[in-house]
């Protein structure tokens, strides 16, 4: 793990580190050694994993000299949210183009109830310009995006448009920093991290920090797209391409479980929804029904079934709560 001098450079918004502390009743549930990582608790618009993202993020939009940005997402996006606080400081303007169910096309959800409460109170708080149609693919709603951003700079504005999740290199810049932030967090060593995985800066940062150390970086997919490994990969090329230090992997770099996707993207699943319980009633931690509880369902699947691989663990197997919390009350 190298933490040399970085291209990126980082605008602070957030109160760093993230707090880094044991689960002991989890722990002793499962007779591991479970720790949790707190970005929910990052003090910035409700925290969440984007936020980190957002710091590097927010120097390129004022390098670019950006008027207007251009998002989408789900009607509740955490990054939307986050990056709507981000506009706001920065003093541009945050046009979220959304639906409520983006769906891959080969997967439509079923009848779902329209979104409500939740990451839309928070953004209309923060006066995101939401642009919100009627649920599609996510690749309608990047072309709905796409359109977005066109009319916006024809009307003079200096347009950038961000791509879901703000998985962009700087995106993942900021997931390089967090993996060396809890490496200095934890003088004892850590087997294990397992987090959410979905646009992929997250996985793609942690995976590159982590890559020559004996750590084994695991994402938790919430999202069905069989292919999501292969967008990660090509963000890891783009990262290179923007520091040529770092290296390229592979999408078979990336360990990514399906198992825990449930009915679909942005759909609560049971297993998560007992997962969720389950923190929230041994250690006070609130999940998020469409990331967290996903993820930590798949990590007691592993506390109770022992890794697939047979490895057990040596030292300390994290959790990385990437946030969320909001969209509890908008299911
Ligand atoms: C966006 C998000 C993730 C996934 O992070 P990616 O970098 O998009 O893969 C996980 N958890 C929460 C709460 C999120 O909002």
Known sequence: MDSGASVFRRTPLLCLPTPFHRLDRVSADYGADVWIKRDDLTGFAGGGNKGRKLEYIATRIQAAQITTVVCEGSTQSNFIRQLGATCRVLGVRCVAVVMDYPYEFSLPPGPLVPASGGNLILGEILGIDFRRGPNGTWDELRARAEATATEEANRGERVW???????????????LAAAHE??????????????????????????????DTSIRVQGVATDPEPGIAEEFAELSERLHRADSSLPVLSASEFRLTFDFVGPGYGVPSEAGAAATEYLARREGIFLDPIYTAKAFAALRDRLSSRPAEGRPAEGRIVFWHTGGFPSLFGH
């Open 161 to 175: 448009h961000i791509p879901v999740g703000g998985s962009v290199p700087e995106g993942a810049a900021g997931f």
């Open 182 to 211: 809890l490496v200095a967090q934890s003088p004892e060593p850590i087997a294990e991290i397992w987090f959410a995985s979905a646009s992929g800066s997250t996985h793609v940062g942690l995976q590159t920090a982590l890559l």
